[in-house]
């Protein structure tokens, strides 16, 4: 089971970047996806989550109305759009799965780094 985000960079104040989950290694259809970040010396927080059915989203109020979860079941892949970029989004981004039945994330990716200049 692998989980690999990709996508990270650096860009300026007001910037977008997309970022992207690979998911392998079995069938993902009973899971939901989700994106976290951990800001330097913060601790790691929700960001947003998908079904791969599509018919649910959550997304953190920090980031709702600006962040698009989205996912291409074809390609086993989980996208987070972000336009509008702000210093304070800066932060390593990680894309996890948890079973529908559960609450816990139990599957994590390498994380990849966003980081907005002011």
């Known amino acids: 089971v692998q989980l690999q985000a990709s996508g990270g960079g650096l860009v300026q104040d007001g910037g977008s970047l997309r970022l992207s989950c690979v998911a392998s290694?079995?069938?993902?259809?009973?899971?939901?996806m989700a994106w976290f970040r951990q800001a330097p010396g913060q601790e790691r927080e929700f960001v947003a989550s998908i079904t791969w059915a599509g018919d649910s989203t959550i997304y953190a109020d920090s980031v709702k109305g600006r962040f698009t979860i989205s996912r291409d079941n074809a390609k086993n892949t989980v996208y987070l759009q972000m336009p509008d970029l702000k210093p304070e989004d800066t932060a390593v981004y990680y894309c996890?799965?948890?079973?529908?039945?559960?609450?816990?994330?139990?599957?994590w990716g390498q994380g990849t780094l966003v980081t907005v200049s002011s």
């Open positions: 290694g079995r069938t993902w259809r009973d899971y939901r």
């Open positions: 996890a799965s948890r079973l529908l039945t559960t609450t816990n994330y139990d599957y």
